[in-house]
Nanobody, 138 residues
């Protein structure tokens, strides 16, 4: 079973930046869907950014387009969430999820990970971390 670990959350003022990291280990898949969800208190979980590590364009939620990016480092089995121009509404717990896939795209990974993470129980092929808190103040 793979492990996924997030890091890099914290508190920042509106307009600032944070960079989250997500590292996956303990698996042998050559390509993966990896992505970020977030959840604010009292709100539904939201898909933020997703990427297929085999290449192609990422998928971004409309709420964060042009402010967030999801760079990847395949050598480190890692993806990041570069968050710029942060707003108070970006506050929440950010979760990284991963699943090994043979083919994909950013859009495919968004739909795939969203579907799997909403399943009860979650499939054993899906891996996720404990989350990291992001707080943006005015």
């Amino acid at each position: 079973q793979a492990q996924v670990a997030e890091a890099g959350g914290g508190s920042v003022q509106a307009g600032g930046s944070l960079r989250l990291s997500c590292t996956a280990s303990g698996y042998t898949h050559s390509s993966n869907c990896m992505g970020w969800f977030r959840q604010a208190p009292g709100k539904e979980r939201e898909g933020v950014a997703f990427i297929y590590t085999g290449g192609g364009s990422p998928w971004y939620a409309d709420s964060i387009k042009d402010r967030f990016t999801i760079p990847r480092d395949n050598a480190k089995n890692a993806v990041y969430l570069q968050m710029d121009s942060l707003k108070p509404e970006d506050t929440g717990m950010y979760y990284c999820e991963q699943e090994g896939v043979r083919h994909g795209s950013g859009d495919f990974c968004y739909h795939r990970l969203t579907l799997l993470s909403a399943s009860t129980p979650r499939p054993s092929s899906l891996n996720w971390g404990q989350g990291t808190q992001v707080t943006v103040s005015t």
